[in-house]
């Protein structure tokens, strides 16, 4: 199993296609890089697209969520870079992945070549959109009392529970097939981030200072990071591109597959 010592602690990862190294951030926290994974691999024509676990999931190592945060995670980042061999390399975060992504952007500019941001937001302040947007979209009681509930998750157990709740939530269409993504994912209530981290995570008086390229990807339909956080994003990230997928929620790569990697192919073609 590949993995690198960094920081005190292990990372495990995976590397998929060859071209620009790529870091991919997945979200959660909690979870892992698995429901990423095929579903990103076609991209690995254009990016050596490297899968990770932050530290306190997945297959990483176990350091404590004292430890988890957000400049720790950062700097995990940039050193299995340095492991690989990398000076540069681009980083694709998505959803919570997308907040330890602009962390990278903004602690550690010189290492950063290319910025892809799906289904994320610069700030964590917009509960009220989030239960009006699951509420439009049908949520069901057992997924409203998740998604209000202020209680802390018990167990790893618990954890799956909830996020195979709410799934459904997170499609523009909801299919059998996308429960599949879920299949080999590694739950960690440990694996989230320190405590106060996310509450305190407001990096949008900032994003004017990205110069890296920036593509910012989102779902219509996503009502956990909508377009709303998107155009902010796009608004203060200077000379960002921005593609809205209108038959996506939060998973453009999952429902609108072929539309999403040729925007990610012509981005690249257009800032190589």
Not at 137 to 143: E, V
Not at 183 to 196: N, Q
Not at 253 to 268: G, L, N
Request: net charge negative.
């Amino acid at each position: 199993m590949p993995e690198a010592r960094v920081h005190g602690t292990t990372l495990f990862y995976t590397v998929v296609g060859s071209g620009i190294p790529c870091l991919v951030m997945h979200g959660g926290l909690g979870l892992d890089h698995h429901y990423l994974t095929p579903g990103l691999d076609p991209l690995g024509d254009t990016f050596e697209l490297i899968y990770y676990d932050h530290r306190g999931n997945g297959s990483s190592g176990r350091p404590g969520r004292a430890t988890q945060t957000h400049e720790q995670l950062a700097a995990d980042a940039a050193a299995l870079a340095t492991h690989l061999g990398h000076e540069k390399v681009a980083v694709l975060g998505f959803s919570y992945g997308g907040f330890l992504a602009l962390e990278f952007a903004l602690r550690h500019p010189d290492r950063l070549s290319h910025l892809l941001l799906m289904g994320t937001a610069p700030a964590y302040g917009y509960g009220d959109e989030i239960l009006a947007n699951a509420r439009r979209k049908g949520a069901t009681p057992a997924m409203l009392a998740y998604l209000e509930s202020d209680d802390e998750v018990a167990d790893d157990a618990a954890f799956k529970e909830q996020i195979e709740t709410l799934w459904p939530l997170y499609f523009h269409d909801h299919r059998p097939e996308h429960d599949r993504l879920l299949d080999d994912v590694i739950y960690s209530v440990e694996g989230f981030a320190a405590p106060g981290e996310t509450t305190a995570y407001d990096v949008t008086p900032r994003l004017g200072e990205i110069t890296a390229p920036t593509l910012i990807l989102a779902g219509r339909d996503d009502f956990v990071c909508p377009p709303s956080q998107a155009e902010i994003l796009h608004a203060g990230i200077p000379g960002s591109e921005l593609r809205i997928f209108e038959h996506s929620g939060h998973m453009p790569y999952a429902e609108e597959p072929e539309a999403t990697f040729a925007t990610i192919r012509d981005w690249v073609a257009r800032h190589r």
